[in-house]
């Protein structure tokens, strides 16, 4: 395999060429005394294919981590639908199975919080609410640690944020999945949801805010908000962190009436809204916890090259390291890696990025990408 990156500087180790290609054990025992992790480049397999894959080369104890977060993240999907089919069917909801999920989502997160973030990038497009609820549950976890919250408050955010949209499974499906704008009458109705989640919740015992967070995740520091209109005084802290969430989340990935926006947008969105829908300082803090390209964001260069964001550089968020599958026609192309800082050290505007752009642009799916085998550490 042919060696495009590292992850540290080239002039830090040995290696004469900036690309090389590893033919034995004895390369890759090499290549593991400097380095935790490289990139690598699968050949090309005809002027017209792709590569079939692109990768990052990670420790066996890497991919380890990555298979047991993924498995986590499926066994929270999965409890995740049957709570949200359970409160469609009146069934009462299984509160012992959802608190042992979550806690076993912030455990993961802690011990493994690049590997999480990037497993949540599965996402499946027929089943919004549910994945919806779960990725704002990993959102709270992965922010509140960053705020320095402890794991038993963590667990307290994340079971607020799987709970938060229980509500919707008492509203109509026709109106839960209209593919159009809802009339005036179809928006009322969806509004309620924020009090039948209320109602849902207040059947069950010992669930922290969850039932706070349920009712009133929709309300504006401004009181312009629903259901109830109650101003900054009247929304909790835990309440104003799953706002963030819900709403970043919500933006950035696709929904029945309205398809995803990048990262970039969301967080315009948040930044215009602070002090007026969402707390001003929390608004700042979640802004610099996601960063303005995260890893999973799709990028277009100024050459017209289009890549996905694999690793952030925390000195200079806006020149990240990015897998290029898109050629500036838009076609296919061997895939490669390329570190903008060192494109903007020499000055190559051209390898600097134009915009960013929702998953699914020019046909790249960042969950197929996940499930070739694209990891980031």
């Not at 009133?216 to 799953?242: F, K």
């Not at 952030?312 to 500036?328: F, G, Q």
């Not at 000055?347 to 996940?370: C, F, S, T, W």
Request: charged share 25%; hydrophobic share 40%.
């Amino acid at each position: 395999m042919k060696v495009c990156d590292l992850d540290r500087d080239w002039l830090e180790t040995p290696f004469a060429l900036q690309g090389f290609t590893v033919r034995s054990a004895a390369d890759i025992a090499e290549v593991a005394r400097y380095c935790q992790h490289v990139y690598v480049e699968a050949p090309q397999t005809g002027a017209s294919t792709p590569a079939r894959d692109a990768f990052i080369f990670v420790p066996a104890g890497g991919q380890k981590a990555l298979d047991a977060c993924a498995k986590t993240y499926d066994e929270a999907r999965s409890i995740t639908r049957t709570m949200m089919d359970d409160v469609r069917l009146g069934r009462a909801i299984d509160i012992k199975a959802v608190k042992a999920t979550v806690s076993n989502c912030v455990r993961a997160i802690l011990d493994n919080p690049e590997a999480m973030q990037w497993i949540t990038r599965m996402r499946e497009r027929d089943d919004y609410t549910s994945e919806h609820s779960l990725n704002v549950a990993m959102l709270a976890i992965s922010f509140g640690h960053s705020l320095g919250a402890g794991e038993e408050d963590l667990v307290r955010m994340g079971l607020a944020g799987i709970l938060h949209d229980v509500g919707k499974m008492r509203v109509p499906m026709e109106i839960l999945n209209k593919p159009g704008k809802l009339d005036d009458q179809e928006f009322a109705e969806m509004k309620h949801h924020s009090r039948y989640g209320r109602d849902v919740l207040l059947t069950l015992r010992n669930i922290g805010p969850a039932v706070d967070v349920a009712h009133s995740h929709h309300e504006m520091l401004d009181g312009s908000g629903y259901p109830r209109g109650v101003n900054a005084e009247s929304i909790s802290h835990v309440t104003r962190i799953i706002s963030l969430c819900d709403v970043y989340d919500a933006i950035t990935n696709d929904r029945c009436y309205k398809t995803a926006q990048p990262a970039l947008e969301a967080l315009r969105i948040i930044y215009n809204e602070r002090g007026r829908q969402f707390d001003e300082v929390l608004a700042e803090q979640f802004i610099r916890h996601i960063g303005i390209y995260p890893p999973g964001s799709i990028v277009q260069l100024h050459s017209g090259e289009v890549g996905i964001v694999i690793s952030t550089n925390a000195r200079d968020r806006h020149l990240p390291k990015v897998l290029l599958v898109r050629d500036s026609l838009k076609q296919p192309m061997t895939e490669r890696v390329i570190n903008l800082e060192q494109a903007a050290k020499r000055h190559d505007d051209m390898q600097l990025i134009a915009e960013a752009k929702p998953n699914g642009a020019y046909g790249i799916r960042i969950e197929e990408y996940v499930k070739r085998g694209l990891n980031i550490f």
